[in-house]
Nanobody
C-alpha cells in the first residue's frame, strides 16, 4: 500500500485543518488506518485509529477535537482537526496495517511521508 498524506499548513490556534490520506496499491478495505504525529525532539505518538468497519480509537489529547473518517470507495482516510492548539504542532503521518495494536506505531505495515501542521499562538 502506498500512502500519501497532505493538507498540512500553518493555522492560528482555534483554527482547523483537514488532512486527507490517499491509499493506492492494495485493497484499502482490508486495512485499519491510523494517524500518528511527531513533534521536534519528541517520539512519534498515536493520534487516532479507524478500523475496517469504522470503529474509532482516539488519544485523550485530541478526543472531542479531532475526527477520523474513511471513504472506502475513494481509498482515502480523513483527519478533521478542529480547535487546534499550539501543542498540536507536529508532522502528521498516516499508516495502514492489518494485525494491529492500534496505538503502537511498530504494528503498522505501511506509512505515508508525513505532512507538517503548525499551529501558531
Amino acid at each position: 500500500v502506498q500512502l500519501q498524506a497532505y493538507g498540512g499548513g500553518l493555522v492560528q490556534a482555534g483554527g482547523y485543518l483537514r488532512l486527507p490520506c490517499a491509499a493506492s496499491g492494495r485493497t484499502f478495505n482490508n486495512y485499519g488506518m491510523g494517524w500518528f504525529r511527531q513533534a521536534p525532539g519528541k517520539e512519534r505518538e498515536f493520534v487516532v485509529h479507524i478500523s475496517r468497519n469504522g470503529d474509532t480509537n482516539y488519544a485523550d489529547s485530541v478526543k472531542g477535537r479531532f475526527t477520523i473518517s474513511r471513504l472506502n470507495a475513494g481509498s482515502t482516510v480523513y483527519l478533521q482537526m478542529n480547535s487546534l492548539k499550539p501543542e498540536d504542532t507536529a508532522v502528521y503521518y498516516c499508516a495502514a496495517g492489518v494485525r494491529l495494536a492500534v496505538r503502537v506505531a511498530e504494528s503498522y505495515d505501511y506509512w505515508g511521508q508525513g505532512t507538517q501542521v503548525t499551529v501558531s499562538s
